[in-house]
């Protein structure tokens, strides 16, 4: 059992969209104009709230902001607090929760989205106070995706920093990069001090295709960086210098939420630790266990 004081001393704020996803696992290919059997699963979701959920699982201290409809926020307080986390959701008076299908194709996913509420998600509704003494804020590119004016976020990111706490970022999407603005994410997460790319969001991000070159050139700017490459395990370059990580073999269920999962065991040993290897060891050890189970937050 973790010692919660010491875990209060390595709090986690997280803050981005919460998503009810609908897993949908066919029996074969799918069949136009017709049934196919399939397994359909609701699970509660979002990349940020996956996350937040894998931390609290693990035993870190977590805060989670975000948005829902206004009929949700019972439900979704409550699936966090399973979790460990303390969620603080407002409720938005016409926007439904966020709802994502998605279809999966052995360890490849499609997924079909409706951003909901968290199209609206405000960076101020974190607080000073809220930021006060934890060691780390995690975000997503979800957060800039699609909005017209990142300013807010652009304020949380700098808050954050002037107050001493670690930010993270997960970029979210290689498609929305490519699609919604390359340059706003660059400019919005500035200053962020750990980036979770995948391989592709490497690729849209810098333009280049070899591993190790895609992570020194999105650490230049002295950002920790540390990129997921699925069963290629894991490269990481800190302060100019590269390391590889291994992935960590397990039977796929449902590949969804792997990378946030991962994030979150970095999180964990990260923010005690600062080692940077010991902490992708441990966030692909969690994203191997999560990738059994269907949905994207632990069991």
Do not use: C
């Amino acid at each position: 059992m973790p010692d919660p004081a010491a875990a209060a001393g390595h709090r986690v704020v997280v803050a981005g969209d919460v998503i009810d996803d609908i897993v949908v696992v066919p029996s074969g290919g799918i069949r136009r104009d017709t049934d196919t059997p399939s397994s359909i699963r609701f699970r509660p979701g979002g990349s940020a709230s996956n996350t937040a959920a894998w931390l609290g699982s693990l035993g870190t201290a977590v805060d989670f902001v975000g948005l829902v409809g206004a009929d949700d926020v019972e439900r979704h307080t409550a699936q966090f607090a399973a979790h460990g986390v303390r969620a603080r959701l407002t409720a938005h008076p016409t926007l439904p929760t966020g709802t994502i299908v998605v279809i999966v194709d052995d360890q490849q996913r499609a997924m079909l989205t409706e951003r909901g509420a968290n199209a609206d998600f405000d960076g101020d509704l974190v607080t000073d106070d809220l930021l006060a003494g934890a060691a780390a804020l995690h975000l997503t590119g979800h957060t800039v995706f699609g909005r017209e004016d990142s300013t807010s976020i652009e304020r949380l990111v700098a808050r954050a920093r002037a107050l001493g706490v670690e930010v993270a970022v997960d970029p979210g999407s290689a498609g929305y990069l490519a699609d919604r603005g390359i340059e706003t994410f660059q400019r919005v997460f500035a200053g962020a001090t750990v980036l979770f790319p995948s391989l592709d969001e490497g690729v849209a991000l810098t333009g280049l295709s070899e591993p190790g070159e895609i992570a020194l050139a999105l650490g230049a700017g002295g950002a920790l960086v540390v990129m997921t490459m699925g069963i290629e395990g894991v490269v990481i370059a800190e302060n100019g210098v590269l390391a590889k990580v291994a992935a960590v073999p397990a039977v796929v269920s449902d590949p969804t939420g792997a990378g946030d999962a991962f994030a979150a065991g970095f999180l964990d040993e990260w923010v005690r630790s600062r080692d940077a290897v010991a902490a992708a060891a441990a966030g692909a050890r969690v994203a191997s266990r999560s990738v059994t189970i269907v949905g994207g937050r632990p069991a």
